[in-house]
């Protein structure tokens, strides 16, 4: 059941430049799905509208929520000053998340771009702790040396790294570090800017193979009531009879077939 | 100089006393058990806040906007964050009226204490008569709100709600079809909100609801781009909030039909002050996104105050502020 | 789903690379060393905030509105705040010309750097036309303000405003008698700006300044009484910005007059949305009242800006949006 | 010269109910003038304007001001919750202040109502410190028994307790104080409600003395350039050339025949 609740901020360290990397003690965490997302509140009266933001990972007991950020503007600049002990509003748990059952016993790609990275942790824990044993191949695409979350990927699978100044691994982006690493998937799931979103949608059409593509939109309710973060989609949508699919609700994945990005 | 003087903090004022204030109040002679309502276009058709909130215990619920076919709406962005507030270029996208009747109606006719508000859009007045004479087979639907002032949609809908000659044909034409009560929504983008009101009341509508969205825009500085695809957008949230209350107070004065006040309303103190200046009842419209549970916390801090004032009765505060 | 996007802080924006910004900018051929001006009213004609910033700094003052004789204003109290920002109603208190002449320019005159642009305001045409004579002696006057649109005074003011046979007629009379340029300062609280726009560009005005306050009210729920003595009060502040950069857009899309913004400017970068949507200068109105340094920080951090985008010329960011 | 500045908060303590003692180091402190009153910023961005608040009093070395207030609405209610070492906005000093002089050898009535007795403090111990040696007689209004700034007042004069319900000294208001202990002076300075000033203005006037009386208005700059806050004059005054004065800076202290209340 969504509700908005009090959560409790239990560490905050910044993990690279202006990335910041943030637990969050609540209730919320109980079930969480990798690709789920939550609404978080400023604390600043003149920004009233929650924040959405991905789940990264849940701890081990799943009392507390991992969300890794970047600062984008006054909101994120905020929650950057959050403190240990501090009280939050949060709201949650929204969306659909990734259909996991898909990468059962699969070879799969995780593919994540820049702050489109974090909530591939999640899924990556959850597929490769799966008795079905998922072949998990991780491909993110970073800006430079700072490879945030690296680390964390690497307990759960092979970490392929392309990075915009070449400063490690394949000079380039995520489509790149396949090519030169000539890997291959059953199937995609995938989260970050739209460029890259497209070359994966297309990739995936070539091979044959579904993607899984976690979509983003300027949100005001995250919960489907105002109808302001749609998708156009191939199919007329049981929800809002016409081509549009609320991202918030429908989504945040969407089969890349599915969705006009 | 012995410092300023504010309100004092309403939730102070609930005490255990026995009796309990009357909220009931009526739109146009439908009798509603409570005057929290919620705006147009930020509850959906109640669905998605049901998870949050008993709707049992709503005066109503409007709905959002429905017209005889399908809608796709606004390419996105379609909303913005402001300073206290927001703007929202959604471009009433809806389902269309079969779907609507199937799906959403049944659905809100599970809470039996709740009356059920359906807005009505369009964009001819054809368009209006079809929604209105479907509506009229559903004697669940209490009361029409007819949306002549949505500002994100090019043709029809604003062009009503922004020239009194127009407003008072498509009034007059929709009551001649209608079986409920109609209640216009006003637009605040007009020079004079009385003026319109008038017109409304002339051509025979039930009742009025104020205010809609005032048309805003954002401007990403670092992009130097528009923040909604529409460019502008629809202003709501505490922001406009005294906006809303004078042309509130200005209609109340100007007419004699019941008013749904409605602009900003986050708390007990601003569906009191809309009450005050002449709503028989408040809708809590962009502030649901803020706080899911709003409706219901409004509904208990109004009580609170009744309570803490010994107003016995809800309509002892309708248009009470001299 | 990779987490919302917004906007950079922009002060991490500034550099200190040798070139600088060329800020200046013109209305109606009058030059200014920068585009940030203060919002009439709010500023007085500078001696109270010229203990906070250097008034030379300023690419102009805008002063309070003066009249051909004393007037006495609204009884108190006349401001209230409101959420993100303030109502008032003032009710154009002021000495008068003669008065102002003997103590309001001289002072104004010790600023070489900073034009003077006056604000005048009347009850008839008449009046407007003996204070628009008595400005034309002082050279030192720059440019002339005219303000048709004050909410908050019953007789003359907004009616001029408010109707566009009525602007274009004061304007045209105005034109008759000014010796300096005339800039009509627009109402808010209309149903199409770009109406009244137009109207003052076809009767020969020189520019335009937008927007005035609008009318907004708030009630003390306790007392049930009105927040300000007037009843309604002109509403300022961030809460009203999206709309007056709505305004502005829609008025620099319609007309080619050169255009002062203001409305709710807090920051530089509020600064820098009004000078995309098409203003080539802006005013700091309430703002002042919050951050007394706020002037001169925005005009720090509008060079800031224009180091970080690599922008030479103001005049090249003046209605950039696309 | 006026300035917004940074002041650190060093204490706060509730000294009656929902009446709070504060004290911010500012270097604001150095020149304060008895009756001179403070702006103070709340952090809430949707409460913009400075709170007008009259000092009551600053320490020895003048480093620090005190104000003590009544919670009257979000903007206080904020203040109260303010913890030693928070940093706070304030705009100050304002105003001109009681005339001092007009005291000085004299005996005096230093009247206060309720929160309008806070200043009254500053005031008493600098005529108390004066060489001239006034008669320094305080009458206090309260509504009960929590009689704050008593002891503090005490310290520099005699002081006449009323409050409204009988509890301490007199029963009723300061007049009927003054009436019941049978004093009398040459000069009246006082501060509070609307109608306890009325008061003192015909008594004032009935004993030709002269009284300097405090007065409050909703204010919006707080330092001239609004005309928000003013207050009728009996003559034209100089700066508006209509018969309007401005509390926050040709006050907030006036000659009691010199204004229309």
Same mark, same amino acid.
């Given at each position: 059941m969504k509700q908005k609740v009090t959560g409790i901020v239990t560490a905050q360290k910044e993990i690279a430049p202006s990335i910041f990397d943030l637990w969050i003690k609540t209730d919320?965490?109980?079930d969480v799905k990798p690709g789920q997302f939550a609404g978080v509140f400023t604390k600043?009266?003149?920004?009233?509208l929650p924040r959405p933001i991905s789940i990264c990972e849940v701890n081990a007991d799943r009392t507390e929520l991992r969300i890794v950020y970047r600062i984008a503007g006054q909101g994120t600049k905020e929650f950057s000053g959050w403190q240990a002990g501090e009280e939050v509003q949060i709201l949650g748990i929204l969306g659909n998340g990734f259909p996991l059952e898909k990468g059962k016993g699969k070879k799969v790609f995780l593919m994540g771009g820049g702050i489109g990275i974090p909530p591939m942790l999640e899924l990556a824990k959850e597929l490769s702790a799966d008795a079905s044993g998922a072949e998990i191949q991780c491909v993110m695409g970073y800006r430079?040396? /700072?490879?945030?979350l690296k680390k964390d990927l690497e307990q759960y699978g092979k970490v392929y790294v392309a990075t915009e100044d070449g400063s490690?691994?394949? /000079?380039?982006?995520v489509m790149d570090a396949i090519r030169e690493n000539g890997i291959t998937a059953d199937v995609i799931f995938a989260c970050g800017p739209m460029p890259m979103l497209r070359a994966i949608k297309a990739y995936a059409q070539e091979q044959g193979i579904p993607a899984y593509i976690s979509l983003e939109e300027h949100m005001?309710?995250?919960?489907?009531?105002?109808?302001?973060?749609v998708v156009k989609t191939k199919e007329v949508d049981h929800?809002?009879?016409?081509h549009n699919a609320r991202i918030c609700t429908d989504g945040p994945v969407f089969e890349a077939g599915e969705v006009e990005i | 100089m012995s410092g300023n003087n504010q309100n004092l903090n309403?939730?102070?004022? !609930? *005490?255990?006393?026995s009796w309990a204030p009357d909220l009931r109040t009526s739109i146009a002679g439908v009798e509603f058990q409570n005057p929290v309502m919620t705006a147009s276009g930020t509850f959906g058709s109640g669905m998605e806040y049901g998870e949050f909130v008993d709707?049992?215990?709503?005066?109503a619920v409007v709905t959002k906007g429905v017209a005889n076919v399908p809608w796709p709406g606004n390419?996105?962005?379609?909303v913005a964050e402001v300073y206290g507030g927001m703007l929202n270029a959604?471009?009433?996208q809806n389902p269309g009226i079969d779907v609507f009747m199937e799906r959403d109606i049944p659905f809100l006719k599970q809470y039996e204490k709740t009356k059920i508000i359906v807005n009505v859009c369009g964009k001819s007045v054809q368009d209006y008569v079809d929604v209105v004479e479907r509506l009229?087979?559903?004697? !669940?639907? !209490?009361l029409l709100e007819i949306n002549?002032?949505?500002?994100?949609?090019?043709?029809?809908a604003i062009a009503f709600g922004q020239k009194a000659d127009a407003l008072y044909n498509i009034t007059s034409e929709l009551k001649k079809h209608a079986k409920q009560p109609i209640m216009m929504k006003l637009s605040? *983008?007009?020079?004079?909100i009385t003026e319109m009101a008038r017109a409304a009341e002339a051509a025979g509508a039930d009742a009025l609801s104020l205010i809609n969205t005032i048309t805003g825009m954002k401007i990403?500085?670092?992009?130097?781009?528009?923040?909604i695809a529409n460019k502008t957008g629809g202003m709501s949230g505490p922001a406009i909030k005294p906006i809303a209350v004078r042309m509130v107070y200005q209609v109340a004065q100007a007419v004699k039909l019941p008013i749904l006040g409605m602009g900003g309303i986050a708390t007990a103190e601003d569906a009191i002050e809309f009450i005050l200046a002449g709503a028989s009842a408040i809708s809590v419209g962009a502030m649901n996104f803020v706080n899911p549970y709003a409706t219901v916390e409004i509904l208990e801090g109004i009580e609170a105050y009744m309570r803490q004032y010994h107003v016995e009765k809800l309509s002892d505060l309708i248009g009470a502020v001299n």
């Open positions: 919320l965490a109980k600043d009266k003149s920004a009233l430079d040396a /700072k490879t945030f490690v691994g394949t /000079k380039g982006n005001a309710c995250g919960v489907g009531a105002c109808l302001g973060c929800h809002s009879h016409v | 309403l939730t102070t004022g !609930a *005490n255990a006393e709707l049992n215990r709503l005066g390419p996105t962005p379609r959604i471009g009433l009229g087979e559903e004697p !669940a639907v !209490a002549v002032s949505c500002p994100n949609v090019k043709e029809g605040p *983008n007009v020079t004079d990403d500085i670092h992009r130097r781009k528009f923040a």
